[in-house]
T-cell receptor
């Protein structure tokens, strides 16, 4: 069955560049989440969408980070003026609706040179 | 703020031996509790969850966990470990009833190594 799909699986870019990371949730899941996992750490919450709206973006580290989910399905995490400290694995998860168990994709490994 | 502590960074067990991974949480109300497993280069797979009711929960792959409110713990157990269980294990807590249960807080993980 189709799980959460994240593309690209790996992204290498230079400091200062703009990147977009895509998440395609499980069909029918209304809730979508982004997490960031640094080396040797557990995932850290970034943002949560219920439908098209960002219900909680309290985990976004600064205004260089932005995420959208315009049609309530696919979501894009956007990072402007990337910094080396942004290097991490970015994980996306979806759930049928809020408060339900979250199903994770395999992540996008972002490396900023 | 909620938090999760996994005191063991790395554990090594022999195949066939029993396993217990520790998890302590800090949260003022009734928590949602989860255990996830992550293999190298993979996302997280849900092993089991506790929302309410029976404090001993069964999960996939023969894992179980027990919620102990008095100890703020949710330890993961398996009676007989298989070599394929070698992975990173994460405990996570979410809030309940506030509309923000979707915000999971993870521990730093326990890396399990299985020797043959």
């Amino acid at each position: 069955g189709a799980g959460v799909s994240q593309t690209p699986s790996n992204k290498v870019t230079e400091k200062g560049k703009y990147v977009e990371l895509r998440c395609d949730p499980i069909s029918g899941h209304t809730a979508l989440y982004w997490y960031r996992q640094s080396l040797g750490q557990g995932p850290e919450f970034l943002i949560y969408f219920q439908g098209t709206g960002a219900a909680d973006d309290s985990g976004l580290p600064n205004d260089r980070f932005f995420a959208v989910r315009p049609e309530g399905s696919v979501s894009t995490l956007k990072i402007q003026r990337t910094e080396r400290g942004d290097s991490a694995v970015y994980l996306c998860a979806s759930s049928l609706w809020r408060d339900q168990p979250q199903h994770f994709g395999d992540g996008t490994r972002l490396s900023i040179l | 703020a909620q938090s999760v502590t996994q005191p063991d960074i790395h554990i090594t067990v022999s195949e066939g031996a029993s396993l217990e991974l520790r998890c302590n949480y800090s949260y003022g109300a009734t928590p949602y509790l989860f255990w996830y497993v992550q293999s190298p280069g993979q996302g997280l797979q849900l092993l089991l969850k506790y929302f309410s009711g029976d404090t001993l929960v069964q999960g996939i792959k023969g894992f179980e966990a027990e919620f102990k409110r008095s100890q703020s713990s949710f330890n993961l157990r398996k009676p007989s470990v298989h070599w394929s269980d070698a992975a990173e294990y994460f405990c996570a807590v979410g809030q309940f009833g506030t509309g923000t249960a979707s915000k999971l807080t993870f521990g730093t993980g326990t890396r399990l190594q299985v020797t043959l």
